[in-house]
């Protein structure tokens, strides 16, 4: 060990030695509170933090799992409630270990069941075992939901056979467990029954129920819901819309009237109805040189009595007549030649045309979510303005600026006349508008009046600690580092020794001088004192002198 090192550590001994006992009481208890501060400290900064492996599992689970953490050496801790925790950097490498141990299991069993089938099992056993297999998976994909702490899923599902016509459709109960404070609200609702119904081969929405553990039924609202065409994301859409016109309106307002001194309400009417329409229309006839041919007919009618036979017998004799010579059709007033005009046969000819009709066939699908009416209500605040005083008074907008705040108000919500759109701008005194903010003092008095126990109780251990600190701990260290004073070395001398002598003459001499140099100090504090007084009590004199002094000096 060093000697300085020895010498340090021997001083303070003798320092602390050399207190009163309750000095002594008081560092020591001093310096053990301020170790076990910083121990505490360090702990608590290098302590390994502990995070939840699994919670609210069963008694049955809770003893497995810790059974297999002291297997596996894992400090872990039990809390209320079914939680287990385990150092925070080996949650996930203990949760695959426990998994592939199967743990937890849990009160539902799923697909794991059918892995462990007997040989020669019944086709009855196989299909209740197929059956509490998917109620426990559909039970596990719903417990994962943050607002679902357990579920139990029923099936009915009917046996299926081929001798009835119509197949009864199977059904689903799910009872939920929900934590504490915690609701269910219509779309997740729908959503456990959407899930239900989609794993299930031919199980209709309006079969699944869900009832809560306080007997609830949460799935009563759905169908009213479907029928009517308005879920909770089309009321989300409208309050959406709504403050997105608030929003709006106040922003294009701010600049003028100053943050928050105006308010705006917005009431949307949209149109959800999904609308299809088809309509044919038919134009007039165009001329028949413009308008294309659709069809055309001709029909040729031949009529004529018989003739008796003639003529040479033979091939030649039996030929058909040669082309007629004459119109087929005889004008009045005119003749005719030829076997037409004998009346032994005649022909008629009709000719049918139809024409294209013009026709517009027109599909129109209208979108979800339209405008239907919108209604604007918006409150603006008095102006301010200042006195001569510095006091603040509130008074009436002006009318041209009101009317410029109207216009504002509407263009920014997109006001239509034709929908039927309504809006009402009013000035009037905010409630709070006379009434000052609190000023600095006033809100820390509130705020020290609502935590005042807080506050105490920080104040109350500041001032401990800074009476360790500064009232023992920092004394006691100053007082034992403290570089002890050197006493003025004396020298010892014999008696009647020459050196005695010349001792006892310098310290004589010392001593007069002293008193030499007293009595010339003596004098010199009288002498100031007198002339003080002479400047007091005659100052001509005194300038007298002092003007012959610089005379003097100046010659």
């Known amino acids: 060990m060093p000697e300085a090192l020895r010498q340090f550590l021997e001083n303070i001994r003798q320092r602390f030695n050399s207190l009163p006992n309750n000095q002594k009481i008081a560092v020591i208890v001093g310096l053990a509170t301020a170790i ?34 002291q297997q596996l050496n894992i400090p872990y801790k039990l809390e209320a409630g079914g939680t287990v925790s385990v150092p925070a950097e080996l949650v996930y490498d203990t949760r695959l ?33 197929y059956q509490r297999s998917i109620e426990g998976e559909l039970a596990r994909s719903i417990e994962t939901l943050s607002s679902v702490q357990a579920a139990r899923v029923h099936l009915a599902i009917p046996r299926q056979t081929v001798f009835l016509r119509e ?19 219509g779309a997740q609702v729908a959503a456990v029954v959407h899930l239900i119904s989609s794993s299930v081969p031919d199980m209709p929405v309006k079969n699944v129920t869900v009832v809560d ?40 307002l701010e600049p003028i009237v100053g ?54 017998p033979g091939a030649f004799s039996n030929q058909p007549p ?58 603006v605040n008095y102006k301010g303005e200042k006195a001569a005083d510095g006091k603040l008074t509130f008074k009436a907008r002006p009318a041209n600026e009101m009317t410029q705040i109207n216009n504002l108000v509407r263009e920014a919500m997109g006001y239509s006349q034709q929908r039927g759109d309504s809006i009402n701008v009013v000035n009037a005194p905010f409630a ?62 014999e008696p009647g020794s020459p050196e005695e002598a010349a001792a006892l003459e310098a310290e004589a001499a010392a001593a007069e001088e002293e008193a030499e140099v007293a009595s010339r100090m003596a004098t ?26 610089v005379m003097s000096e100046d010659e």
């Open 167 to 185: 197949q009864q459709k199977p059904s689903a109960s799910v009872l939920v467990t929900l934590h504490p404070g915690r609701v269910l609200d």
């Open 432 to 493: 709070d508008a006379n009434v000052e903010p609190p000023t600095l003092v006033e809100r820390l008095t509130q705020e020290a009046q609502a935590n005042w126990q807080q506050i105490f109780k920080n104040a109350l251990i500041s001032l401990v600690v800074l009476y360790l600190i500064f009232g023992v701990i920092r004394p006691a260290i100053k007082y034992m580092t403290r570089v002890p004073e050197t006493a003025p070395h004396v020298p010892h001398y």
């Open 259 to 312: 943050k928050g001194n105006a308010k705006a309400e917005v009431t949307a009417d949209l149109d959800f109805a999904e609308t299809e329409q088809t309509s044919e229309t038919f134009r007039p006839n165009s001329p028949p040189e413009k308008s294309a041919i659709r069809s055309q007919q001709t029909v040729e009618t031949v009529n004529g009595s018989p003739q008796n036979a003639a003529g040479v």
């Open 36 to 69: 076990a501060l910083i121990v505490a400290a360090l702990l608590w900064t290098q302590a390994a933090p502990y995070k939840v492996l699994f919670s609210n599992v069963s008694d049955k689970d809770g003893g497995a799992i810790t059974q297999s953490l």
């Open 322 to 379: 040669g082309n007629a010579t004459a119109p087929i059709t005889a004008q009045p007033g005119q003749g005719t030649t030829g076997t037409a005009a004998s009346g032994q046969g005649t022909s008629h000819r009709e000719s049918t045309i139809n024409y294209e009709v013009d026709k517009t066939v027109q599909h129109v699908k209208q979108s979800l979510g339209n405008v239907k009416r919108l209604s604007a209500a918006v409150v």
């Open 97 to 129: 270990k426990l998994a592939a141990q199967g743990l937890p299991k849990g009160g539902t069993v799923g697909f794991e069941l059918m892995d462990n089938q007997k040989l020669g099992v019944s086709q009855f056993a196989e299909q209740v075992n």
């Open 524 to 549: 010199y504090a009288d002498n100031l004192q007198m002339a003080k007084d002479l400047a007091k009590n005659d100052p001509r004199l005194v300038a007298s002198v002092v003007r012959t002094w």
């Open 213 to 252: 553990q306080n007997g609830d039924l949460l799935s009563k609202n759905l169908d009213g819901i479907n029928s009517s065409g308005l879920d909770p994301r089309q009321l989300s859409y409208v309050r959406q819309i709504e403050r997105d016109y608030v929003k709006r309106i106040e922003a294009i």
